[in-house]
């Protein structure tokens, strides 16, 4: 049971090259978030899941994009990255929106030069 | 989505309880009040989350104040690895169906041994 897996966990961006962060989750959980954390600061929703097939916007999800075609999977894109989109990112998935807890994965650092 | 307000940071020696406090002024009664910690260089974790009543789980104790505009999450004997950063979030589930967490800077807890 691996719980929240996030690939890559490293990667090395130039501005305006794309890429795509995979969550994937052996929970069966409805619920899938992506969060990112800067330096000294607390965590910040980019985009969020509901269930298979649904996404929302978060608190800044302006420069992502994601999708949820599998229950089990979440991809944050970045079409075109830019040096502010550097940030460690963080991918929770929840069975409930009511009751429990989110299970977070160990992150990805994504450095864009 | 209610606001929560804690200490920047704490100190605490290692064996001896911990008290950290967060003020939620405007909780409504849908609110439940979660906990999680971000020990350094992993994704947050649960710890704890309670509604009403003083709750007790093997990794802490949550007691929430009569009127829930406070609550205090206690850890009854500190060691080193409890130095983490302690996040107080309100989880709304009366009118939000997302079960999203919307994260504060939290509680920066150090433990000297």
């Known amino acids: 049971n691996a719980g929240v897996t996030q690939t890559p966990k490293f990667r090395v961006l130039k501005t305006g090259q794309s890429m795509t962060l995979l969550c994937a989750q052996d929970?069966?959980?409805?619920?899938m978030y992506w969060y990112r954390q800067d330096p000294g600061m607390g965590l910040r929703l980019i985009h969020y899941?509901?269930?298979?097939?649904?996404?929302a916007k978060g608190e800044v999800p302006d420069g992502y994009n994601v999708s949820r075609l599998k229950k089990q999977n979440f991809l944050l894109g970045l079409e075109s990255a830019a040096p502010s989109q550097t940030s460690v990112y963080f991918c929770?998935?929840?069975?409930?929106?009511?009751?429990?807890?989110?299970?977070f994965g160990e992150g990805s650092r994504l450095t864009v030069l | 989505d209610a606001k929560t307000t804690q200490p920047n940071s704490m100190e605490s020696n290692e064996e001896e309880p911990v008290h950290l406090p967060c003020n939620h002024s405007?909780?409504?009664?849908?609110?439940?009040i979660h906990w999680y910690r971000q020990l350094p260089s992993q994704g947050p974790e649960y710890v704890i989350h309670?509604?009403?009543s003083n709750v007790n789980n093997r990794m802490a104790s949550l007691a929430i104040a009569e009127d829930r505009k406070s609550s205090t999450l206690i850890l009854h004997r500190a060691t080193l690895r409890d130095a983490a950063v302690y996040y107080c979030?309100?989880?709304?589930?009366?009118?939000?169906?997302?079960?999203?967490?919307?994260f504060g800077q939290g509680t920066t807890l150090q433990v000297k041994p």
């Open positions: 929770a998935s929840s069975y409930s929106a009511y009751i429990g807890e989110l299970f």
């Open positions: 929970m069966n959980h409805e619920y």
């Open positions: 899941s509901v269930g298979e097939g649904t996404t």
């Open positions: 405007t909780i409504s009664g849908t609110d439940y």
């Open positions: 309670g509604l009403t």
């Open positions: 979030i309100l989880r709304d589930i009366g009118s939000s169906n997302t079960g999203k967490l919307i």
